[in-house]
Structure formats: structure tokens, C-alpha cells
């Protein structure tokens, strides 16, 4: 392949504009599509197909939501709470926003949150020059707790005991959120069946 193809070989997305700034104009990226160095997922996003570095599904959620943050039970299962393994990846995004195109592939499972619990506990997780936004722990299990209906009741329980086991816990992060975020007597009672 010749270089002026040639991408970073650890970086699995491109926008559009970053790849601009890299100095590939519409042509030369049209081209590449061609040539399949780079795969369309949407208007403005590209993958890399000579990546070559960690694997991640949670890296396509900023390409088909941009300001969407890994959430329940994949958040969960990236922290290591739950033995449940999601066939979709659980997104949330602020009430008002749009998803453009729902990918074939990774399936994204998209909840829309009111601005004041889309906004509390958002991490930004860096992998090399890839990156995904995830909430942290102890906003990943109010929200499980919040939302244990639809989630389910075992599922939550699991995430609750696994939690309650780790030594970096912070019970009283956990219940700041519970406590913004409505839901400090249900989070209350089940602390007191647990612990």
C-alpha cells in the first residue's frame, strides 16, 4: 500500500474531520473507500480496516452516537459487576438528541435520560488513541438499581453484591447519586439486605 493511504495503524476511527486535518481531502478519502482501506459507517465516521491494536465495541458508540455514554448492563460488564453479557451495547444519550443510523453491527440498545442523570459520573476511558465514554461505577449501579425493572431484579442484585465486594467502592459517592438521582430508599433498603 502505497503512503498516501497510510494511516495509523492503532487508532480504529476517523472523523471525517480529523481526517481532514490529516490532510486527505473528500477524493483522497473517497478513494480510500475504494480501495478498502477505510470502511463508511455513516457521514461522518470511517474505520480503519488496517487497525491493528485492543479490540473494543464500545469505540463504534461515538461514531453512531457522539455524546453517547456506555451505560447498565455494558457498563456493568466493563467494571466486572455482572457475569451477564448484553447482545447489545446499552447507550445512553440525552433525552433531546438524535442517533443518525442504527449500526447492523455492534447492536446499540439506546436510552434516552433526562439532562441532570445524563450528566452525572461520565468517564472518559483512553485506550491507546481510541477512546469511549462510560459512567463510572457508582453511577452505573444507581442506575441499574433505578432502572432494576427493566433490567431485572437478579441481574441488579448481582451487580449490587459484586460492587459491595470490591475494595475501591465508594459508598458514599453511591449515595450522593442515589440520592440526586431519586432513588435513595430503594438503594437504602437494598444496602441493608445485603451488607
Given amino acids: 500500500m502505497t503512503d498516501e493511504y497510510k ?37 461522518k465516521y470511517y474505520e480503519n480496516t488496517n487497525y491493528h491494536g485492543k479490540e473494543s465495541d464500545f469505540y463504534y458508540v461515538s461514531a453512531y452516537a457522539p455524546k453517547g455514554v456506555v451505560c447498565l448492563m455494558s457498563a456493568a460488564a466493563y467494571y466486572n459487576l455482572t457475569t451477564y453479557r448484553p447482545d447489545a451495547i446499552d447507550v445512553a444519550i440525552q433525552r433531546k438528541a438524535k442517533v443518525s443510523t442504527m449500526p447492523d453491527w455492534p447492536e446499540l440498545s439506546v436510552y434516552y435520560y433526562a439532562d441532570d442523570r445524563f450528566e452525572i459520573g461520565i468517564e472518559t476511558v483512553q485506550e491507546g488513541k481510541n477512546q469511549f465514554k462510560i459512567y463510572d461505577i457508582e453511577k452505573t449501579v444507581v442506575d441499574i438499581v433505578f432502572f432494576r425493572e427493566r433490567v431485572g431484579i437478579e441481574e441488579t442484585k448481582e451487580v449490587l453484591v459484586n460492587y459491595l465486594k470490591r475494595k475501591d467502592r465508594n459508598l458514599n459517592r453511591l449515595l450522593r447519586y442515589a440520592q440526586l438521582l431519586k432513588c435513595e430508599d430503594i438503594m437504602k433498603t437494598y444496602l441493608e439486605v445485603l451488607v
Avoid: R, T, W
Fill in 7 to 43: 494511516l495509523p495503524q492503532d487508532k480504529m476511527l476517523f472523523s471525517v474531520d480529523e481526517l481532514k486535518e490529516a490532510g486527505f481531502s473528500h477524493y483522497k478519502i473517497n478513494q480510500m473507500v475504494e480501495k478498502g482501506v477505510l470502511l463508511k459507517l455513516n457521514k
